[in-house]
C-alpha cells in the first residue's frame, strides 16, 4: 500500500485532459509521501508545455469526490479574489486545474483511480530543507495569506476529507492501541520513542479543550503547510503559490502555523538518521513568525497569538506520533523508500519536539518582540 508503485502508462490518462499539443513524456515528480505526481511534457508549435497530472490516494482520500469539490471551491475562490484585488501571473498564484475533455474537473480510470491535472507552476520550486530566512518567511507569509484568503469562503462548510485529521488526542490514541497490539512486532526497536510519547500525554488534549471552550476559532485552514507544500518564486523568492489542497478544511489556524515550524525550523531533512544537526533553529522560527504575523496577524484571536509557539511542539510531537503509528502498523499509510524510514522520520520529529521545548524561553521572546 505503501511501498512505490511502478510507474503506469500515463499516456491514456493525460488523453482524458483537455490539452493541447503532442504528448511525449510523463516523469514521477517531487517527494510527496502522499499521492502519485508526474509532470507531464507535450508539445505544440509554440514550444514543449509541462502540466502536473496526479493521482489521489484513496487509501488516505477515501472520498476522492469530496476532495476534488473542496478544492474547485477553494481555488475558484481564491482566483476570484486573487482578480478583484488586481493581481498579476494569477496561474502562478493558486492552483488551476485542467478540466477533462467532457468537462469535468477529475477523470475516474477503469480500475477507479481519481486523476487530475494542474497548470504547472514554472520558474518556482518547492525545498525539503530550509535554506534561508527568507524562505521562512516568504513561506510563512504565504500560508497565512492562503489562509485569510478563504476566510469569506461562502458557506457551506467544506467537507472533511480526513475526520480528526489534527485531532491529537484521537492520534495519540491511535499510538496507543498499535503499542498494544504489535501486530508486527516492532515496538521492541522504538522502546525509547515509545516512552518519549507517552510521557508527553499531558500535551494533547491543550488546543482541544481550547477549542472546545470556543477559544480557538475554527476557520478554513490547510492543514498540510509544510515546507514543501508552497512554491517559491525562483527570480524574486517570494512564496508565489500554495499548492497540495487535498486537506484544506475547517481546522485551526495554528495546526498550520505548527506545521510550518516543524518543517522549516529544521536544517536537515524530515527523515535524516544523523540527528546531530537536527534542531530548531530559532532565526528561522523569527522568520516564519513575521511572515505569519504579517498576513495573518490582523485576524489572529488572542489565544492564537498566545499559542503559536506551543503549536510548534505539539504539530511536530503529532506527526512524530503518526510515524509512530505508521512504523509499527508495517508502513501502511507514508510511503517508505527504506527499511525502518518512518521510525527515522520519528526520531528526526522527537528530536525536534525536544529542541522546541529547551527553547521555549526563546520563542517566547521572540513572539513578544514580533507583537510590540
Ligand atoms: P503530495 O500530496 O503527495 O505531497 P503535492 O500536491 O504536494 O503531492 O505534489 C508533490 C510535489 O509536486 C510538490 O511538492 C511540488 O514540488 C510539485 N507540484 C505539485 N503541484 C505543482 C504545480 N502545479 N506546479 C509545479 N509543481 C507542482
Ligand atoms: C504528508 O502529502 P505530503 O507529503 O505533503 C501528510 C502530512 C504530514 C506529512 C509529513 C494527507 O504530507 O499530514 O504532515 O506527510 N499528508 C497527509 O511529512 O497525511
Ligand atoms: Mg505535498
Given at each position: 500500500m505503501a511501498v512505490l508503485k511502478q510507474k503506469p502508462d500515463l499516456r491514456p490518462v493525460a488523453?482524458?485532459?483537455?490539452?493541447?499539443?503532442?504528448?511525449?513524456?510523463?516523469?514521477?515528480?517531487?517527494?510527496?509521501?502522499?499521492?502519485?505526481?508526474?509532470?507531464?511534457?507535450?508539445?505544440?508549435?509554440?514550444?514543449?508545455?509541462?502540466?502536473?497530472?496526479?493521482?489521489?490516494?484513496?487509501?488516505?482520500?477515501?472520498?476522492?469526490?469530496?476532495?476534488?469539490?473542496?478544492?474547485?471551491?477553494?481555488?475558484?475562490?481564491?482566483?476570484?479574489?486573487?482578480?478583484?484585488?488586481?493581481?498579476?501571473?494569477?496561474?502562478?498564484?493558486?492552483?488551476?486545474?485542467?478540466?477533462?475533455r467532457a468537462g469535468r474537473a477529475w477523470h475516474e480510470d477503469a480500475d477507479g483511480n481519481t486523476w487530475r491535472c494542474y497548470l504547472f507552476i514554472e520558474g518556482a520550486t518547492t525545498y525539503d530543507q530550509i535554506g534561508t530566512t527568507r524562505q521562512a518567511s516568504e513561506a510563512a507569509r504565504a500560508f497565512g495569506e492562503f489562509q485569510k484568503l478563504l476566510a469569506d469562503l461562502p458557506a457551506p462548510r467544506l467537507h472533511d476529507t480526513i475526520p480528526d485529521f489534527h485531532h491529537t488526542r484521537r492520534r495519540f490514541d491511535a499510538l496507543r492501541a498499535a503499542i498494544e497490539t504489535d501486530t508486527c512486532n516492532r515496538a521492541a526497536d522504538v522502546k525509547?520513542?515509545?516512552?518519549?510519547?507517552?510521557?508527553?500525554?499531558?500535551?494533547?488534549?491543550?488546543?482541544?479543550?481550547?477549542?472546545?471552550?470556543?477559544?480557538?476559532?475554527?476557520?478554513?485552514?490547510?492543514?498540510?503547510?509544510?515546507?514543501?507544500?508552497?512554491?517559491?518564486?525562483?527570480?524574486?523568492?517570494?512564496?508565489?503559490?500554495?499548492?497540495?489542497?487535498?486537506?484544506?478544511?475547517?481546522?485551526?489556524?495554528?495546526?498550520?502555523?505548527?506545521?510550518?515550524?516543524?518543517?522549516?525550523?529544521?536544517?536537515?531533512?524530515?527523515?535524516?538518521?544523523?540527528?546531530?544537526?537536527?534542531?530548531?533553529?530559532?532565526?528561522?522560527?523569527?522568520?516564519?513568525?513575521?511572515?505569519?504575523?504579517?498576513?495573518?496577524?490582523?485576524?489572529?484571536?488572542?489565544?492564537?497569538?498566545?499559542?503559536?509557539?506551543?503549536?510548534?511542539?505539539?504539530?511536530?510531537f503529532e506527526i512524530g506520533v503518526r510515524f509512530l503509528t505508521d512504523y509499527l502498523e508495517g508502513d501502511r499509510y507514508f510511503k517508505t523508500r527504506r527499511p525502518g524510514h518512518n521510525a527515522d522520520r520519528t526520531r528526526v520529529q522527537f528530536k525536534m519536539v525536544e529542541s522546541f521545548e529547551q527553547h521555549e524561553d526563546d520563542m517566547n521572546r521572540i513572539l513578544k518582540a514580533a507583537r510590540g
Open positions: 488523453k482524458q485532459f483537455a490539452i493541447g499539443g503532442d504528448f511525449e513524456e510523463a516523469r514521477s515528480y517531487g517527494t510527496g509521501h502522499i499521492n502519485d505526481t508526474y509532470a507531464a511534457t507535450f508539445n505544440r508549435a509554440d514550444g514543449a508545455v509541462r502540466y502536473i497530472l496526479q493521482r489521489i490516494n484513496h487509501h488516505v482520500f477515501k472520498n476522492p469526490a469530496a476532495v476534488m469539490q473542496n478544492i474547485e471551491r477553494v481555488t475558484a475562490h481564491v482566483r476570484r479574489k486573487l482578480e478583484a484585488a488586481g493581481a498579476g501571473q494569477i496561474d502562478r498564484r493558486v492552483l488551476t486545474l485542467v478540466p477533462t525509547r520513542e515509545i516512552r518519549f510519547c507517552l510521557q508527553r500525554e499531558p500535551m494533547v488534549d491543550v488546543l482541544l479543550n481550547l477549542r472546545a471552550q470556543g477559544a480557538l476559532a475554527e476557520r478554513v485552514t490547510h492543514n498540510d503547510t509544510k515546507l514543501n507544500n508552497v512554491m517559491l518564486d525562483d527570480a524574486t523568492g517570494e512564496g508565489i503559490c500554495v499548492i497540495d489542497l487535498d486537506t484544506v478544511m475547517p481546522g485551526l489556524a495554528l495546526d498550520d502555523f505548527g506545521d510550518m515550524c516543524r518543517s522549516a525550523c529544521r536544517p536537515t531533512l524530515e527523515d535524516v538518521r544523523d540527528l546531530s544537526k537536527v534542531e530548531a533553529r530559532m532565526d528561522m522560527f523569527e522568520a516564519l513568525v513575521g511572515g505569519y504575523l504579517a498576513s495573518a496577524g490582523e485576524f489572529l484571536n488572542t489565544a492564537e497569538k498566545e499559542h503559536l509557539a506551543f503549536s510548534a511542539r505539539l504539530i511536530t
